[in-house]
């Protein structure tokens, strides 16, 4: 009759196999040599990934899934571009608030030009706040995004990547006049980035 359960193993037979395995060897020969080759290529055991624990600083607290997904995000290309753009639309808005306050577009009082009201005077101020901080937060977004993607890529932060990042930013901008001022804007970024950069990393 016939059966499907599986068959038994043969005690004899399963001890012949383990001393022949013990002798053989999966790798080597040698017994010792071969424990050690299995230690190193045969060792399906993690039982944590990515742990460095330096010893002289003391305890070390090992981050959760949770806090590497989170650090992770913020170091995220999207994040930097984004918070680049917010944080250049505040400088410019505060730009352009200062220069609109500063040099406002007001008529002459003795001309016989039609004097502008205060909501008008508003009006221009808003207008040029948000022209500026626009401006400066497409900036801000692009260079930061060209940044991150060049370190990325480049696997090393130094003061090349603004450099980089700079002369591809100052390029496109420069590109809306023409070619020579393309290369003009570039050329203006990089050195621009590269002077900030170095003095940010050497203060």
Wanted: hydrophobic letters at 40%; aromatic letters at 10%; charged letters at 20%.
């Amino acid at each position: 009759m016939a059966t499907l359960l599986p068959k038994p193993i043969d005690p004899e037979e399963a001890a012949q196999r383990e001393k022949a395995a013990k002798t053989e060897g999966v790798f080597f020969p040698g017994s010792d040599l071969d424990e050690v080759a299995k230690h190193f290529i045969g060792n399906i055991h993690r039982y944590r990934e990515n742990i460095i624990i330096p010893k002289m600083y003391g305890v070390v607290q090992i981050k959760t899934n949770e806090e590497k997904l989170v650090e992770a995000a913020f170091e995220s290309c999207a994040f930097k571009s984004f918070m680049s753009c917010v944080l250049g639309y505040g400088l410019g808005a505060a730009i352009g608030l200062f220069s609109s306050s500063v040099n406002p577009n007001i008529a002459d009082p003795m001309a016989g030009d039609k004097q502008q009201t205060a909501r008008e005077i508003f009006r221009e101020m808003r207008q040029a706040t948000h022209s500026y901080g626009k401006n400066f937060a497409v900036i801000g977004a692009v260079f930061a995004a060209v940044e991150c993607v060049i370190e990325s890529k480049r696997g090393v932060s130094d003061w090349k990547n603004g450099t980089y990042a700079g002369a591809v930013t100052g390029g496109l901008i420069g590109l809306r006049a023409g070619v020579k001022a393309g290369i003009i804007g570039a050329a203006g970024f990089a050195a621009f980035s590269t002077v900030i950069d170095y003095y940010m990393r050497h203060r």
